[in-house]
Every structure is written in structure tokens, then in C-alpha cells.
């Protein structure tokens, strides 16, 4: 059994011990149940929940979950330190272990070592016995909900594919790119798309999901 969430919207602390609770709840109840926790909180460098919420990941969630998924930012809130190199990553996914018992810990998404041109995803399993870089090249824009795709397709092939993780992680990469990459296809010509011009291709990319 999973349980997954993806807490895009949170505005209260509260909400975060309720999840917490029901998880350990359910885990009285099924103790082979996995949490896989995207916490949402910001990106590029800025908060879009209020700040307070985040010590109540990293002290509350983070210590409960099983897989973690944050992108780069949030990786960096909740260890506390920098990611310019690959090695810095390695070492943040490494104290994101260490904090709970997280087996596996992704930071889906960051500008990591890269010159610019590629968005890296870098995947820590089995509390870093096996570690997955995937590099692909960064689409000139931003997207809303690019996040809930990857931790929706990481879920799913970490489902089909359980002793694979350089399969999951290409997979998972590769199905995020796509879904960007024919939404980026729909509006490039548009000088100033608006936010629906700009929405997820998610119905037109089912074949890649």
C-alpha cells in the first residue's frame, strides 16, 4: 500500500501534523505502507507557502516518509545547505537519509553543476548504495505543476519497475520531458502565452504517460 501526497497549497502547519498523524495511523494499521512525500514549498529561489511551514517538514515529515521528492530549493530549505555541484547534492540526499527513514530521496529538479543549459534529477536509493543522475536540456520557460508529473510518474514506475532504479529514474525524467516539451511545442510561437495557453499537455501526451 502507498500513501503519496503532494501538499501543493498548504497554508497551515496544522494540516501538515494531521498528515503526519494519519500516516502513522495507517502504519499501525498496515506497517508495510510507503509515504511518498513531494513537499511542496517553493522553487527558483522563492517560498510559495509561508515559511513557517518549513520546519515542520523538516522536523515532522521528512523523519516519517519513505521516498522523498523535492526539487532543488526545497532540498536546500530542508538540509539547510547549497547544491552547486553534484557532490553537494549527494551529500544533501545523504543528511535527507539520515534525518528519518527515507530509503530513497530525489531531488527531481535544479540547475546542479550544469552550465545552464540542463536541468538535473538526481536519485538516491537504498539510503545511497545506488545513486542515478539524469540530465536533460532545459526548456527556455517555466512551467505550473511540472513537479506533481514527476512525482506522479516516479510513483508509477517505481510501481512497474521496483528493482531498476536507473529505469525508473530514466523513465520518469524522460515522461516529465515530454509532457514539457509538447506543452513548450503549443505556445513557443505566442509572445506572451497566459497561464491556460501554458497548461500541461496531459491529455495530448497519455501515449508518453
Known amino acids: ?3 503519496s501526497t503532494q501538499s501543493t497549497g498548504v497554508g497551515d502547519p496544522s494540516f501538515l501534523e494531521t498528515l503526519a498523524r494519519t500516516v502513522r495511523d495507517l502504519r499501525e494499521k498496515n506497517p508495510s505502507i510507503k509515504y511518498y512525500c513531494d513537499p511542496v514549498m517553493g522553487d527558483n529561489g522563492h517560498f510559495y507557502v509561508p515559511e513557517e511551514l518549513l520546519s515542520v517538514y523538516r ?7 519513505d521516498v ?6 526545497e532540498a536546500e530549505q530542508l538540509s539547510g545547505h547549497t547544491i552547486a555541484t553534484e557532490e553537494d547534492g549527494w551529500k544533501v540526499c545523504d543528511w535527507l537519509h539520515s534525518r528519518g527513514k527515507a530509503e530513497t530521496v530525489v531531488i527531481t529538479s535544479g540547475e546542479i553543476g550544469s552550465s545552464g543549459n540542463e536541468i538535473v534529477s538526481m536519485g538516491s536509493f537504498k539510503r545511497g548504495a545506488t545513486r542515478v543522475k539524469v540530465s536533460i536540456p532545459k526548456i527556455p520557460t517555466s512551467f505550473t505543476g511540472s513537479g506533481d508529473v514527476f512525482a506522479a510518474a516516479f510513483l508509477t514506475w517505481s510501481h512497474k519497475l521496483p528493482d531498476n532504479p536507473k529505469l525508473i529514474m530514466e523513465k520518469t525524467v524522460n515522461t516529465t520531458y515530454a509532457v514539457l516539451a509538447r506543452t513548450f511545442e503549443s505556445f513557443r510561437d505566442i509572445p506572451e502565452p497566459n497561464s491556460f495557453e501554458k497548461e500541461l ?3 495530448q501526451s497519455k501515449l508518453d504517460l
Open 1 to 3: 500500500a502507498v500513501v
Open 59 to 65: 522536523n515532522t515529515i521528512v523523519p516519517i516518509a
Open 68 to 73: 522523498l521528492l523535492p526539487n532543488q530549493f
Open 201 to 203: 499537455k496531459l491529455i
